[in-house]
Nanobody
Framework: QVQLVEAGGGLVRPGGALRLSCAASGFTFNNYWMHWVRQAPGKGLEWGSRSDIGGSRTYYADSVKGRFTISRDNAKNTLYLQMNSLKPEDTALYYC??????????WGQGTQVTVSS
């Protein structure tokens, strides 16, 4: 039932920008906090940001704060991540995730972001 589909990744030069989206279905989207996490090759998952139900309260990891912006459009059941001033170390597979009780209970398949000259 629950489905999360990320899109918008690609190859970008350092200092560039990308906007990721996550289309949600199979659940009441506006009842859940949502998160963006990422995984670089050979590394573990790194939490990046989260949004409250309405999107007015947001939180960021220090590594992305000031550069990334999480937002949501509940009418469209879609979560977004605006990524500006991208750095090579931002290269990773980016996932959106639904907040569970003590972890993330649902994930998408991810979208690849590669930052390189």
């Amino acid at each position: 039932q629950v489905q999360l589909v990320e899109a918008g990744g690609g190859l970008v030069r350092p200092g560039g920008a990308l906007r990721l989206s996550c289309a949600a279905s199979g659940f009441t989207f506006n009842n859940y906090w949502m998160h963006w996490v990422r995984q670089a090759p050979g590394k573990g998952l790194e939490w990046g940001s989260r949004s409250d139900i309405g999107g007015s309260r947001t939180y960021y990891a220090d590594s992305v704060k000031g550069r990334f912006t999480i937002s949501r459009d509940n009418a469209k059941n879609t979560l977004y991540l605006q990524m500006n001033s991208l750095k090579p170390e931002d290269t990773a597979l980016y996932y959106c995730a639904r907040a569970g009780q003590m972890s993330f209970d649902s994930w998408g398949q991810g979208t690849q972001v590669t930052v390189s000259s």
